[in-house]
């Protein structure tokens, strides 16, 4: 199958090391190579179901989540990406009241969100491969839960921290530092789930690392866990994550970029 050798070619690149050139620079080039294999989708793949839309933001964690898990189900045939800036493009808001990324559009024009009833209808298609089966099942939604909450104080210290500086924003910006901490010291003194079958608690939580890593650097959160730094150094060689930090190497069909990509 043409499409799948191509996307392996894409993916040897990346595990080779090869400095990452800009994403605007190499933008165009893989548009046309995300749709050459989107083309060569098979029958088989075609009669599995139509093809769903996911509106997301590159650097949102929820985003990246959700192209991480679809492409862990083997699912990336099935969905166009949608590029949007949440924060001033209303377009989503016909979707989704909360206008926030992700956002999956189904075949019948139906939405889903947030990113755990995305994650999950997404992991019933593909037969329950990323949340295990009962007793399993709340480990791996617990990680999840953990992931989100990290990534959902990252942001929010981050948005807090623009505004004008006082009192009241110092107490929240205390209060999401002592959330993140907490969950940091979590994962890393109780480290069995880093042995565990990959789920999607996994990647919640590799992708907040991933955000904390690139939004809040000054945090050092490294020196702090570095047991947990050593297993993210790990995971987030997997192909899922790379590709789910650059979709348009993958094997989406971009159907629409018109934005600058968004600050959150
Ligand atoms: N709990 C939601 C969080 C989604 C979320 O906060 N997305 C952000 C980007 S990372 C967003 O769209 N923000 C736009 C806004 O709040 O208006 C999920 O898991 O999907």
């Given amino acids: 199958m043409p499409g799948i050798r191509a996307v392996g070619r894409r993916i040897d690149d990346l595990m080779s090391g090869r400095p990452c050139r800009m ?21 088989n793949q075609d009669r599995r179901g139509g093809l ?13 989540k959700i192209l991480a898990t679809i492409v862990e189900l083997d699912l990336a045939t099935r969905v166009s990406l949608v590029r949007i800036d949440p924060w001033t493009d209303e377009t989503l808001r016909r979707h989704n009241p909360a206008s926030k990324v992700p956002t999956l559009l189904l075949d019948d024009g139906s939405a889903l969100f947030d990113s755990p009833v995305i994650a999950r209808y997404l992991d019933t298609l593909s037969g329950h491969m990323l949340i ?4 399993r099942t709340w ?14 104080a990252v942001i929010r210290r981050f ?17 999401q530092e002592a959330a993140i901490t907490a969950i940091l ?6 480290p069995d789930w880093m042995q ?9 939580i590799a992708c907040a690392l ?23 150094h790990d995971f987030r060689a997997r192909p899922s994550m790379k590709i789910a930090a650059d979709p348009i190497i993958g094997t989406f069909r971009s159907i629409n970029i018109p934005h600058p990509p968004a600050e959150v």
């Fill in 185 to 190: 010291d979590r994962l890393e003194t109780a």
């Fill in 132 to 135: 295990p089966p009962v007793p």
């Fill in 52 to 64: 769903m839309q996911l509106f997301y933001a590159p650097r949102s964690p929820f985003s990246r």
């Fill in 210 to 232: 991933d955000y904390l890593d690139g939004r809040s650097p000054e945090l050092n959160w490294k020196t702090r866990s570095p047991l947990l730094a050593a297993w993210f």
């Fill in 196 to 204: 565990a079958p990959t789920d999607l608690g996994h990647l919640a």
């Fill in 159 to 175: 948005v807090d921290r623009l505004g004008p500086h006082d009192d009241r924003l110092d107490r929240v910006v205390t209060r």
């Fill in 139 to 152: 480990d791996a939604l617990r990680r999840e839960a953990l992931g989100d909450g990290l990534a959902e």
């Fill in 23 to 43: 994403k605007t620079e190499h933008a165009a080039e893989n548009v046309s190579a995300a749709e050459t294999i989107a083309n060569n989708r098979t029958e």
